[in-house]
């Protein structure tokens, strides 16, 4: 992964080329989301950016997600509960989600995976792995 002072860089330096108003708020979601490796919550990160930011709102965190989706720089971390998780590693990697806390740990497969043959005429250009289980703590 690249240095995150480069990546937080190369997100003020988008937003400025796309007009888009750079604020302490934003700049520390996104540094918030880079930070953290336990695939937060919109709510999670509004939680942490209230700590330094009291009067931001959870709107402004949510577009800023949103802003960072969009821009490349999070990505959703398919999950089949209520709440959308996002992740600021946007390297090919898999997860490991744990069904009773809902903990998401990032895996990386060396070999890949083989995909099967015949795709029924599908390109595909990745693929991202969500294995489901017991963590080491709801295991015991
Ligand atoms: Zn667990
Ligand atoms: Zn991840």
């Known amino acids: 992964m690249e240095l995150k002072e480069d ?51 959870l709107a402004t965190v949510y577009r ?17 509960g209520n709440s959308v998780r996002y992740d600021a590693n946007t390297e090919e990697h898999h997860h490991l989600i744990c069904t009773n806390c809902g903990s998401i740990k990032d895996i990386y497969l060396e070999d890949g995976i083989n995909l099967p043959e015949n795709l029924e005429g599908f390109k595909p250009a990745g693929y991202s792995v969500n294995i489901y289980g017991l963590c080491p703590n709801c295991k015991n």
Not at 64 to 80: H, S
């Open 7 to 57: 990546m937080l860089k190369a997100f003020v330096d988008k937003c400025r080329e796309q007009g888009l108003k750079i604020t302490p708020q934003r700049v520390a979601v996104y540094e918030i989301l880079l930070n953290s490796h336990t695939h937060p919550t919109v709510e999670e990160i509004y939680e942490e950016v209230k700590k330094k930011y009291p009067f931001v709102s």
């Open 64 to 80: 800023t997600v949103e802003t960072l989706e969009q821009m490349g720089f999070a990505k959703r971390v398919c999950y089949w």
